[in-house]
């Protein structure tokens, strides 16, 4: 029996292999996949010859884990990023590349001081520019973008509390997808983009707003300095990881399809829920499986092009691995982890300064450590310290006397003297 060739490829080249296939049959033409994929119609062609003559293993650089040859030296960065910060301090990127050919005979392109400037948080003037906003045109295939936001309403109206409206709507065609929560966040919106992948594959980019749950808007903390890095959301982790575009709204203008999509639910939707007597998130989102094909067929348009783009989720992905919050803990000496104020025992045997812990969508919590799960268990109540108590121990207090010649007495023995002297 022949073995067969396994092929490891990353989410970026499964999606760049989804589109070359899709050019090979004809779906989609090269200039459409050049532009979904940042790459000019000449490196198009030739990706889709290698893939044709080598296979699916053709879509791999040649040159993977290779340095580049174009690179510039650490030495030459790490001299131009110390001159930008003493020297050339508050200088722009234009200005700073100047001075140093010109002074330093050092070459560096204005584009890749503003890249390493970014790197390393040099901070630099720019000129404000003034707001505004242009018309965007729909995208044209089903699957190319998928705009994303959260609701917060009387969905129940007086029938219950407020809740959550996860929307889901596709930029080309107005295809809809929702679901409720009871509160927007890191976990609802995992929930909710799983049940959309299970439905119609991973889209090619997602437009969301700027919530903490989707961006991480702190700044970069020691770690990330360290490793040239951005903070990040456990949103944008996972969508990273699944090779998902994402792009982020300033304004809720700029999501307008969306905006639009909640006034039509706040208007329709109610009313409909209303009748059938829908008061509770459970029973909210039964009556969604029915009424969305219902609201898709009415409002549904025609893309402008026909073909889906969405990307057919792999067999070896996990996708429960993926889309959960995952929080590195530290691994104390007696094999405990502390995690949101509880205290859990690590019952395997493992040499490690650090362990992850994963908070599945389904409520589950998994200790693992270099992807294997660890058996663990909670301490709801820490051992008491055994303090020894000594019995107290009394001692017989002895009153001290003065003796006769003790200044104390020197007063009563005078006066006891001229008494006896008078008498």
Avoid at 343 to 357: F, P, R
Wanted: charged fraction near 35%; include cysteine; aromatic fraction near 8%.
């Amino acid at each position: 029996m022949q073995e067969r060739d396994i092929i490891i490829m990353s989410q970026k080249e499964l999606k760049r292999l989804h589109l070359i296939h899709k050019v090979i049959d004809k779906a989609i033409t090269q200039i459409e996949a050049s532009n979904l994929l940042d790459l000019s119609t000449r490196q198009i062609r030739r990706i889709k010859d290698r893939v044709l003559d080598e296979g699916d293993k053709g879509i791999m650089h040649k040159s993977r884990g290779q340095p580049s040859p174009n690179s510039t030296p650490e030495d030459i960065k790490n001299k131009v990023i110390t001159l930008c910060r003493t020297k050339y301090d508050g200088f722009n990127p234009t200005l700073a590349s100047e001075k140093l050919f010109e002074i330093n005979k050092i070459k560096i392109s204005r584009e890749t001081l503003r890249s390493w400037f970014k790197q390393k948080a040099i901070a630099y003037k720019t000129r404000k520019k003034r707001p505004h906003r242009n018309w965007r045109e729909r995208k044209h295939r089903f699957g190319e973008m998928i705009q994303i936001d959260g609701s917060h309403h009387k969905w129940f109206e007086e029938r219950s509390s407020e809740c959550v409206l996860m929307g889901y709507i596709d930029d080309a065609d107005n295809n809809v997808f929702a679901r409720f929560h009871e509160s927007e966040g890191t976990l609802p919106f995992m929930d909710s983009f799983k049940r959309y992948i299970k439905r119609h594959g991973l889209p090619q980019s997602v437009y969301i707003d700027r919530h903490p749950a989707y961006k991480a808007n702190n700044k970069p903390g020691i770690e990330d300095e360290l490793n040239n890095t951005e903070p990040q959301s456990q949103v944008q982790r996972a969508l990273k990881e699944l090779e998902v575009d994402v792009t982020f709204a300033y304004s809720a203008q700029a999501k307008g399809r969306i905006e639009r999509l909640f006034r039509t639910f706040q208007d329709r939707l109610i009313k409909e829920m209303r009748l059938k007597g829908v008061k509770s998130v459970k029973e909210g989102n039964k009556f969604l499986a029915y009424y969305l094909p219902i609201h898709n067929k009415r409002f549904k348009v025609e893309a402008l092009e026909k073909g889906d783009l969405h990307r057919p989720l792999s067999k070896n992905i996990d996708l429960d691995k993926i889309l959960c919050i995952k929080t590195e803990r530290g691994l104390n000496n007696d094999s405990t982890v502390i995690h949101n104020k509880k205290l859990y025992h690590v019952l395997d045997k493992i040499h490690a300064a650090k362990v992850m812990v994963e908070e599945r969508i389904y409520g589950v919590m998994l200790i693992t450590h270099k992807g294997k799960s660890l058996k663990y268990r909670q301490i709801t109540q820490r051992p008491a310290k055994i303090v020894q108590v000594k019995p107290p121990v009394f001692k017989t207090k002895k009153i001290w006397r003065p003796p006769v010649g003790h200044p104390w007495k020197q007063p009563i023995r005078e006066e006891y003297e001229q008494k006896t002297k008078i008498g």
